[in-house]
Nanobody
């Protein structure tokens, strides 16, 4: 079955960096748009970043643009999220997700992603 397993979260001071990883199995990795989402306590899950199947195009939420980079290694079936200049408001559980539908846009809507990992906690202290 499809499995997405995130890692790399942790506690970091404001201004620090983290690199999240998401290892995928049970799917044809290159057939999926891969996304990162996050959910803070009491808030809805929100889009962070996404990358097209080929890895050639990337998309970011305004809140992380310029501070984060999404990338993927198709040979390793892994997608990454490098986050720099972290802020306390980045504190959340971060999830990776896979969208298998072929669309003429990259979705930022959680419900359009079919597969999800269990999440990894990112805590940024001030």
């Amino acid at each position: 079955q499809v499995q997405l397993v995130e890692s790399g979260g942790g506690l970091v001071q404001a201004g620090g960096s983290l690199r999240l990883s998401c290892a995928a199995s049970g799917l044809t990795f290159t057939s999926y748009v891969m996304g990162w989402f996050r959910q803070a306590p009491g808030k809805e899950r929100e889009f962070v970043a996404a990358i097209r199947r080929s890895g050639g195009n990337t998309y970011y939420a305004d809140s992380v643009k310029g501070r984060s980079t999404i990338s993927k290694d198709n040979a390793k079936n892994t997608v990454y999220l490098q986050m720099n200049s972290l802020k306390p408001e980045d504190t959340a559980v971060y999830y990776c997700a896979g969208d298998r539908q072929y669309r003429d846009y990259v979705s930022q809507v959680p419900s359009q992603y079919a597969y999800w990992g269990q999440g990894t906690q990112v805590t940024v202290s001030s």
